[in-house]
C-alpha cells in the first residue's frame, strides 16, 4: 500500500501513460486523447447548432472520450484525496477568489482555442502523436513546452 501512497517515479509513470496508447488502439481502435471530448460536450450541449463542427459530429462514437475526461477527473480527486500519503488540494485556494476564477476562465478559453488550432491537445500530440512517428505532432509538442516556459518564465511571474 506504501507504494501506491507515495507519487511514483516518472518512469514507471511514463511507461503506464505510454502504454494507454496501445490499449486504446486494441480497446477501442481510437487515438489517445483528450481534446475531441470539448466537441462532445458542445456536441451534447447544442444538438441542433448550426455550426458543422457541432451537428456533424458523431456523438454516439465520441462518448468514450467523455466517460474518458469524467474519468480523469474522477481519477485526480480520488488520487488526491485518498490515495496520497499527504491529501493535496484538489484546487488551490487561491483559484477560490474572483481574480483566480477569472484566471482559470481565461486560461480554459486560450487552452480550448490553442488546442483547436493545433488539431488536438498535448496529450494527443505529444503520446499518440510522435508515437506514430507524426512529424506535425512533434513540432506541436516543441512548441507546448517553449509556450509553456515562455508564460511560467514570463508572463506567469509578472501575473502573480
Not at 11 to 35: A, D, E, N, R
Not at 79 to 94: I, N, Q, W
Request: charged residues 10%; contains cysteine; aromatic residues 16%.
Amino acid at each position: 500500500m506504501d507504494f501506491i501512497m507515495q507519487p511514483w517515479p516518472w518512469w514507471f509513470s511514463g511507461v503506464l501513460i505510454g502504454l494507454t496508447v496501445p490499449l486504446l488502439y486494441i480497446l477501442t481502435g481510437q487515438g489517445f486523447g483528450i481534446s475531441t471530448s470539448l466537441q462532445q460536450v458542445g456536441a451534447m450541449c447544442a444538438p441542433k447548432s448550426k455550426l458543422t463542427y457541432f451537428s456533424e459530429f458523431n456523438k454516439r462514437k465520441g462518448m468514450w472520450t467523455f466517460c474518458f475526461a469524467i474519468g480523469i477527473v474522477i481519477g485526480g480527486f480520488v488520487a488526491t484525496r485518498f490515495l496520497s500519503a499527504e491529501p493535496v488540494e484538489f484546487l488551490p485556494e487561491f483559484y477560490m477568489s474572483f481574480g483566480g476564477a477569472i484566471r482559470l476562465l481565461v486560461g480554459g478559453i486560450l487552452i480550448g482555442f490553442g488546442t483547436r488550432y493545433a488539431g488536438g491537445c498535448t496529450s494527443g500530440h505529444a503520446i499518440t502523436g510522435i508515437s506514430n512517428l507524426n512529424w506535425p505532432s512533434l513540432v506541436a509538442t516543441i512548441f507546448f513546452f517553449v509556450g509553456g516556459l515562455a508564460v511560467t518564465w514570463g508572463l506567469g511571474s509578472w501575473l502573480l
